[in-house]
Every structure is written in C-alpha cells, then in structure tokens.
C-alpha cells in the first residue's frame, strides 16, 4: 500500500491528508480547511441554516422535512388525478 507523505494526498481536493507517525500508533489526520462553508437556506420554509457537518443539508429540521415530501406527495397525486387550481374536472 502506497501512502503520500509529502502532505498532498495523492489525488485528494482540498483536504490533504497528514501522516503523523506518533509512537506505535501511527494515527492519520486529515487537515481542517480554513475556508468558512456558506450558510445555505432551508429548501422548504426559506430560514437560513448552517451547513451541517458534511454540507448536505437540505431542510432545516426534521419537521420541514416532512412537510416537504407530504407537499411533494399531494403535487404527484394532483398531476396524476388531472386537478388543476385546485378544482376537480
């Protein structure tokens, strides 16, 4: 196995891996990137958030989340049944 030692990661982006042989155990440590994530907005109720640990969240809480697929669900079921404006044909 071919590990770099040179600090750049051999193929990473942004996160350069760091070897730090301390003793026997020979911990790796990846460096924390001093860019500060902007913070991005909740997809269904618009409040702003910050980006959660790996930058992924979507929703603001576990409540929007519902929200928003029970949402999703009533606009496929609408298109399905041919409702449109909220009036039955």
């Known amino acids: 196995m071919t590990t770099a030692t040179n ?5 990473l982006d942004g996160a350069a891996l760091l070897l730090q042989d ?3 155990g020979g911990r790796v440590e990846r460096a924390r990137s001093t860019t500060a994530r902007p913070d991005s907005y909740c997809a269904h109720c618009g409040r702003r958030m ?6 992924r969240r979507r929703y603001c809480s576990n ?3 519902q929200s ?3 949402r999703r669900r009533r606009v496929e079921a609408a298109a399905v049944e041919g ?3 909220g009036h039955r044909r």
């Open 22 to 24: 301390q003793g026997q």
């Open 50 to 55: 910050s980006p959660g640990r790996h930058g």
């Open 83 to 85: 409702v449109t404006d």
């Open 63 to 65: 409540g929007c989340r």
């Open 7 to 11: 600090g750049q990661g051999a193929g």
């Open 68 to 70: 928003a697929y029970k």
